[in-house]
């Protein structure tokens, strides 16, 4: 089964998105998680989706966090999808 991966919206210049990176890059590959960064920076419609949300974490097409990694539900949320 490929790992599951986490879309993460982000901006150049969010402190926020570099909070999250810094939990995603040491839980990401504990939890055998792809993570994969979107940058909104100058696409207007994800700039109007996700700008005040950023960051934002999708798993299998439902929002896991907004503005800060919740651990424990990505850790559930990823346990989960492994285990059916």
Known sequence: MPAPELTVYTATGCCL???????LDRLAPELGIA?????????????????????????????VFKYRVDEELLRRRAARRTTG
Do not use: Q, T
């Open 17 to 23: 998105c570099d909070d999250a990176r810094s939990v």
């Open 35 to 63: 993570v994969r960064w979107v940058y909104i920076d100058g696409d207007p419609e994800l700039e109007a989706r996700w700008r005040e949300r950023i960051p934002a974490g999708v798993l299998d097409g439902r929002r």
